[in-house]
């Protein structure tokens, strides 16, 4: 269906089952890779984008929220926090990458 199509799914499916710790970015990574098909490589790249992304946004709203609330130490508190995000959740970016890449060779 894509690579695109997938990684959004798999952003998803990061955003509902993230709070499960481990088994969660598996199976969004595995949504993602079942959804952009070609198999195992292209199913890791979705799954690894989606986390990745995932990431991102997360930490670049928390930084405006900050931002928001509690003006210009607020922001700079809330890009620590991102960043430390980042950081902790590529984690999520390896768990999907490998459950991508499963997806992907199921479907396959």
Do not use: H
């Not at 199509?5 to 970015?25: E, S």
């Amino acid at each position: 269906m894509g690579l695109i199509l997938g990684v959004i799914v798999g952003f998803i499916a990061m955003a509902v089952l993230g709070f499960i710790p481990i088994l969660g970015p598996l199976l969004a990574g595995l949504a993602a890779g079942v959804v952009a098909g070609k198999g195992a490589g292209n199913g890791a790249l979705a799954g690894f984008l989606a986390g990745i992304i995932g990431a991102i946004i997360v930490g670049v709203l928390l930084t405006a929220l900050g931002a928001i609330i509690a003006g210009l130490l607020g922001g700079l508190i809330g890009g620590i926090l991102g960043a430390g995000l980042v950081a902790v959740s590529l984690y999520f970016a390896i768990l999907g990458l490998i459950g991508g890449a499963i997806g992907g060779a199921l479907r396959k």
